[in-house]
């Protein structure tokens, strides 16, 4: 079983940046892709990025590209996502996931993560 603890959510104003963290239990990080989801209230989970076990690989919506950057350190078993030009429709509960099956293509759907963090708030005001 791995537990996902997410941090670094937080308030910021439009245009400002965050940086949110997920540190997974276990020896065994870099076996896991690992992803970013979020929800706002009243919406469905959606994808945000993802990144490939080794790190060289990375997707992301299309909401998103070119303000967000995620990055992997496999030392320090530890998932970032760098969050720069907050819209306040990126207001959301940010959602850290961990896929352990080896695919060919990283997922963008809840269904291709076995687990899940429970989630930090990001607000951005306007």
């Known amino acids: 079983q791995v537990q996902l603890v997410e941090s670094g959510g937080g308030l910021v104003q439009a245009g400002g940046s965050l940086r949110l963290s997920c540190t997974p239990s276990?020896?065994?990080?870099?076996?896991?892709?690992m992803g970013w989801f979020r929800q706002a209230p009243g919406k469905e989970r959606e994808f945000v990025s993802a990144?490939?076990?080794?790190?060289?690989?990375?997707s992301y919506a299309d909401s998103v590209k070119g303000r967000f950057t995620i990055a992997r350190d496999n030392t320090n078993n530890t998932v970032a996502l760098q969050m720069n030009v907050l819209k306040p429709e990126d207001t959301a509960v940010y959602y850290c996931a961990a896929d352990q099956r080896n695919r060919v293509v990283l997922s963008d759907s809840t269904s291709g993560y076995e687990y899940w963090g429970q989630g930090t708030q990001v607000t951005v005001s306007s």
């Open positions: 990144i490939s076990r080794s790190g060289l690989t990375t």
């Open positions: 276990g020896p065994t990080f870099r076996t896991y892709a």
